[in-house]
């Protein structure tokens, strides 16, 4: 996996968690991860097949994907200042993926709040990353590179649901299915693409 180096290179080499307890492997045409910082979700639950979660995934080819929950590993560095974080690190084991993504539960009136605090956690993650050079050598051999932010509302009752749709999801013409990449001058100088899902929209691997 192309984040393995991470455990020789200065922060994260201090993390007391062992780096493949914080990671994941999968093929499953179709999963989905849960907000680690979310007290709901079990530590051990936040990856699960189908798409009962907060971001989800489609990979038709079934490639093999391995998901880092880099914000549990790098929460073990008890030595000195953290390094910045996003929720996950997904790297499709013949690296021809690497994705960054930050999950974000917010009412409406909050969601321009958190959305913005979402792109400087992804820009400053990719940048710490970069900064090692044994990791940003894979990561720049990925053909495919994005920071994604999934953002939904906090989940309701159905019966609320179906009397009162999701406004803030909802618009004039469908949205796309596999998300919208947005302009992000920042990210998209570190050679990395910016996208956003909502609650509806998938991540689809090529």
């Not at 493949?20 to 639950?45: E, I, V």
Request: proline share 6%; with cysteine; charged share 20%.
């Amino acid at each position: 996996m192309c984040l393995w180096s991470l455990r020789l290179s200065l922060p994260w080499s201090l993390a007391t968690s062992p780096i493949c307890s914080c990671c994941k492997k999968t093929t499953a045409s179709l999963f989905a991860l849960d907000d680690p910082s979310n007290p709901q979700t079990p530590s051990a639950d936040w990856l699960t097949q189908g798409s009962r979660g907060k971001a989800t995934y489609k990979n038709p080819r079934q490639s093999a994907v391995v998901i880092l929950n880099f914000g549990q590993y790098v929460s073990s560095i008890n030595v000195g200042q953290r390094p910045p974080q996003c929720d996950f690190v997904l790297c499709t084991a013949d690296k021809s993926h690497v994705l960054l993504a930050e999950l974000k539960i917010a009412k409406m009136r909050q969601m321009r709040h958190h959305r913005k605090k979402a792109k400087v956690q992804l820009f400053t993650t990719l940048s710490s990353l970069l900064g090692a050079a044994s990791v940003a050598e894979d990561i720049r051999g990925a053909a495919i590179k994005a920071c994604c932010l999934f953002h939904q509302r906090p989940s309701f009752s159905s019966e609320l649901m179906i009397k009162a749709p999701d406004s803030f999801h909802r618009r004039d013409s469908p949205e796309p299915e596999n998300g919208e990449k947005k302009e992000n001058l920042a990210i998209e100088g570190l050679g990395f693409e910016y996208w956003e899902y909502t609650a509806h929209q998938q991540y689809k691997f090529a």
